[in-house]
């Protein structure tokens, strides 16, 4: 009787065994574990690790390679150059998040407001418009205020500001602080717009009527109303953009380092780089508990709360009148956007047409920084962008990377998306929240722990430093979260029943998914797919400790021309970068008739 007890519990073992190796869902599930663990948790437990121990750089009386040690930690925190290594970076970093946040938010919100809740004409136009400099690298703004604001004491060369009015600008107004507050405010109201114009746009307006009808002034339904119901988009999109901005590298670099302002960011890369990898891995582990704490703060002051649309099906969506103020406020937009999207970009491909930076004389008018041929007394004799070997092998690589990114972080996404809708249980939760892991850290520090970790042979992986490869999978990697958020929307969008009956009717769940689900969700692995080449043809933050001469990309050969004083073939670079977004967004927006919007509100 008992061995038929065993034999009964060991074929139930063996059955639910052999139902979970068959389930598509569990096996996806481990699948996607295995995968996060490697590449988020283990990199992340290797980088702490690796900070505790002495390493092969280390000298010194009592230093023995792999013992554990608290030195470098003294060394970031308690000796004589914490102040500047540590404490006036994160000052620095918190500062311009904080100010960024504020006014990107305030900037970000009343544009939404405008749109959404007024009869403010051209909508889909302006719409359009407003997030453009989604589309464009934050550091591509650095670009311009350095083409109109930078100083002979310091730039070498003057700007325009200085060309015009014989005055050089301050240290303060050419670097620094403002402008690097300026030229991220100006990049990341985006996120704000869309997270507070996607609330404003879910609710009715019969509470706002109702106020109205009741004897309220418009402002103070404003502040009783409209302001709670939105409140919770407000924090979020306050929380997203300080989370971003304290963890920003290109505009700090470009903008800081020529005057030694330094923030978490900048001052990672130069330890790194300057022979110090452990300082520069605890300053990445500062950084990422830095925006951790952000984040959780965020969430605890959500708490539960959610957007619910306010009224039924009958509510309407009543447009306040802007009146007399109609044309003064489409002035006002129009001329705002093209201030920080328009005019930028025709400087930008102005300073590329200058053969001397700081001379805007139209005899000094060259095509030369686009197709000229080598000339030792111009740019060190580097020819012509669109004749250059170096810059077209960049521009390879950045499309690979991009395209090969963006395709493999869509479809996991998907797949992701889909073992967290179908699924249920503490497996799936915990894919859902380690698939968000990677939002959490920084692009630089991410890069500083792939630096570390796959620059040599790695479990089941060769070295991947000086490939392509790890390009492309520390890209996938950080925009998992969108991919899944994005993969996940899409395929809550589907319902069961479909491949419910497929599954009734024989079909393999690659050919239901094949046949079924990758059809039904094309919109949304297209969104997913044109979120990530974004991403990855514009990204310096995440790669620029990563290449190597010979897997140099467009964004960071921009970087070393910049930083080797050549700013018209990098800005020549940076007009490339912009072009091939567009069209690309452009085209999969058209045949794909995709709407990236609510993706990049998550970003």
């Known amino acids: 009787m008992e061995i038929n007890k065993s034999n009964m519990r060991r074929n139930r073992f063996k059955n639910k065994v052999k139902s979970m190796l068959t389930n598509p869902i569990y096996v996806f599930s481990f699948i996607a574990i295995a995968f996060l663990i490697y590449t988020v948790i283990f990199p992340l437990w290797k980088i702490v690790q690796s900070t ?34 540590l404490y006036e970076p994160m000052f620095n970093a918190l500062s311009i998040g904080i ?37 464009l690298p934050s550091w591509f703004k650095a670009f311009v205020w350095l083409i109109v604001f930078k100083n002979d004491k310091v730039g070498g060369s003057g700007g325009l500001f200085q060309y015009l ?17 300026l030229a991220l405010t100006t990049h990341y109201y985006v996120f704000s717009y869309l997270l507070v114009g996607a609330a404003l746009g879910s609710m009715g307006s019969s509470l706002e009527e109702s106020s109205e009808i009741l004897g309220a002034s418009r402002f103070k339904t404003l502040r009783k109303i409209t302001f709670p119901l939105v409140l919770p988009a407000i924090l979020s999109a306050f929380i997203l953009i300080i989370s971003k901005a304290i963890g920003s590298f290109g505009v700090p670099a470009f903008l800081g380092l ?57 509510s309407s969506n009543k447009l306040i009148p802007l009146g007399k103020w109609k044309k003064p406020t489409v002035a006002i937009v129009g001329t705002f956007i093209a201030m920080i999207s328009v005019v930028p970009l025709i400087l930008l491909v102005m300073e590329t047409l200058m053969l001397k930076s700081g ?7 060259t095509t030369h920084y686009w197709i000229g041929n080598s000339d ?78 796959f620059s040599k042979p790695t479990l089941l992986l060769p070295s991947l430093y000086g490939t392509l490869a790890i390009l492309i999978l520390i890209t996938v990697v950080k925009e998992l979260p969108f991919a899944t958020r994005a993969g996940s929307s899409t395929m809550v969008q589907i319902s069961g029943e479909l491949e419910e009956a497929a599954k009734v009717s024989g079909a393999s769940w690659f050919r239901r998914f094949r046949q079924i689900l990758l059809p039904l969700s094309r919109k949304g692995l297209l969104s ?19 290449v190597t001469p010979s897997t140099n990309t467009l964004t960071t050969l921009t970087f070393d021309l910049q930083e080797g004083g050549y700013p018209q073939l990098a800005n020549a670079i940076v007009v490339i970068i912009i072009v091939v977004i567009i069209v690309v967004y452009l085209l999969t927006t058209i045949i794909g008739k995709t709407d990236i919007s609510r993706g990049i509100g998550g970003k």
């Open 359 to 365: 001379n805007y004389s139209l005899k000094n008018l």
């Open 165 to 181: 009015t014989n005055i050089a600008p301050p240290d303060w107004l050419a670097y620094g602080f403002l402008p690097i507050v």
């Open 52 to 85: 505790f121990e002495w390493n092969a750089r280390d000298t010194g009386p009592g230093v023995v390679t792999g013992e554990t040690t608290l030195e470098h930690w003294k060394s970031v925190f308690t000796s004589d150059i914490s102040q500047a290594m």
């Open 258 to 314: 020529p005057v030694r302002y330094y923030t978490l960011s900048t001052m990672i890369y130069s330890n790194i780089e300057s022979g110090r990898p452990t300082e520069g891995f605890i300053l990445s582990i500062v950084l990422i508990v830095l925006a951790s704490l952000i984040i959780f703060f965020n969430q605890r002051i959500l708490g539960k709360r959610k957007y619910e649309t306010v009224g039924g099906k009958d």
């Open 99 to 135: 100010v960024v946040s504020v006014l990107a938010l305030a900037l970000g919100a009343g544009l939404a407001f405008l749109v959404v809740k007024t009869d403010f004409p051209f909508k889909k136009t302006f719409g359009f418009l407003i997030i453009l400099p989604y589309m």
């Open 528 to 546: 997913g797919f044109i979120l990530v080449f974004i991403s990855g043809m514009k990204e310096l933050d995440l790669i620029i400790m990563l």
């Open 376 to 453: 030792p007394n111009i740019a060190g004799g580097a020819v012509g962008v669109l004749k250059n070997d170096m810059i077209l092998s960049a521009f390879k690589n950045s499309f690979i990377l991009a395209l090969t990114a963006s395709v493999v972080a869509a479809v996991i996404g998907l797949i992701i998306g889909y073992v967290v809708t179908r699924g249920d249980g503490i497996v799936t939760k915990t894919i859902d929240q380690m698939s968000f892991l990677p939002y959490l850290i920084p692009g630089i520090a991410l890069g500083g722990i792939y630096l570390s970790l």
